[in-house]
């Protein structure tokens, strides 16, 4: 299964949390969209599916904020 990327971006001054080229929200901070995007991730890895959730630096590359490889629930240990 591939891995889900929940990408948190800024676009016209709002937060969003984008999946796959379907944007959720907005939301008012980098920290909310973050938990948001976090939240998804943790669902999808519960149901199976590896999980990452990226947020923006200062120069404009992505970073991992989190990952399903370090949850208990991993996707690799799904049933």
Do not use: C, N
Not at 18 to 24: P, S
Not at 43 to 63: K, N, Q
């Amino acid at each position: 299964m591939s891995r889900a990327l929940y990408v948190v971006i800024l676009s016209q001054g709002r937060w969003w949390v984008d999946l796959e080229g379907k944007a959720h929200g907005p939301f008012t901070s980098l920290e909310d969209a973050t938990a948001e995007g976090t939240q998804m991730a943790r669902f999808a890895a519960h149901t199976g599916r590896p999980s990452e959730v990226l947020i923006p630096d200062d120069y404009g590359r992505y970073r991992v904020a989190w990952t399903s490889e370090k949850e208990p629930y991993a996707a690799t240990d799904a049933a």
